[in-house]
């Protein structure tokens, strides 16, 4: 399953994209304000630009794996091995408050904003169990 985050929209809160999969749109995403990180840059100029729980992950290509996250209470899709980011999970939230890091989606956007986030979560939860179930790698690639 290949997953992908297209950035579309930028403020001073947040980051807002299209959510991809196997190339056929799902949702909207959104993430915390793009800083401009890059997964070729170094740990200590990653550090130097990223603000805590403010900063969307450097763009790039990640393993997503499922992850008992006590924050969510369930099992989320984790990224795996993102430079200087850790428990960057998919989850639901509506605000870039909710996102601490982590990317958020929703059925609608607007600014700073996705909605009806549980609902497309869960359809999204169903499909990436299954990939996995079926022993698929799952790769997700931002840009």
């Given at each position: 399953?290949?997953?992908?985050?297209?950035?579309?929209?930028?403020?001073?809160?947040?980051?807002?994209?299209?959510?991809?999969?196997?190339?056929?749109?799902?949702?909207?995403?959104?993430?915390?304000?793009?800083?401009?990180?890059?997964?070729?840059?170094?740990?200590?100029?990653?550090?130097?630009?990223?603000?805590?729980?403010?900063?969307?992950?450097?763009?790039?290509?990640?393993n997503v794996t499922s992850y008992d996250s006590p924050k969510q209470?369930?099992?989320?899709?984790?990224?795996?091995?993102?430079?200087?980011?850790?428990?960057?999970?998919?989850?639901?939230?509506?605000?870039?408050?909710?996102?601490?890091?982590?990317?958020?989606?929703?059925?609608?956007?607007?600014?700073?904003?996705?909605?009806?986030?549980?609902?497309?979560?869960?359809?999204?939860?169903?499909?990436?169990?299954?990939?996995?179930?079926?022993?698929?790698?799952?790769?997700?690639?931002?840009?």
């Amino acid at each position: 399953m290949q997953l992908l985050v297209n950035r579309t929209t930028r403020t001073a809160n947040s980051t807002i994209g299209d959510f991809s999969i196997n190339g056929a749109f799902f949702s909207y995403c959104l993430e915390p304000t793009d800083r401009g990180l890059t997964s070729a840059m170094t740990l200590a100029q990653i550090a130097a630009i990223k603000v805590m729980d403010e900063t969307c992950i450097p763009t790039g290509t990640y393993n997503v794996t499922s992850y008992d996250s006590p924050k969510q209470g369930r099992t989320v899709p984790l990224l795996e091995d993102v430079p200087g980011f850790a428990d960057i999970e998919i989850h639901v939230g509506n605000y870039p408050r909710d996102t601490d890091g982590c990317l958020l989606l929703g059925a609608t956007q607007d600014v700073d904003f996705v909605g009806n986030s549980a609902v497309t979560v869960q359809a999204f939860y169903d499909q990436f169990f299954a990939a996995l179930e079926n022993n698929e790698v799952v790769t997700i690639t931002y840009q």
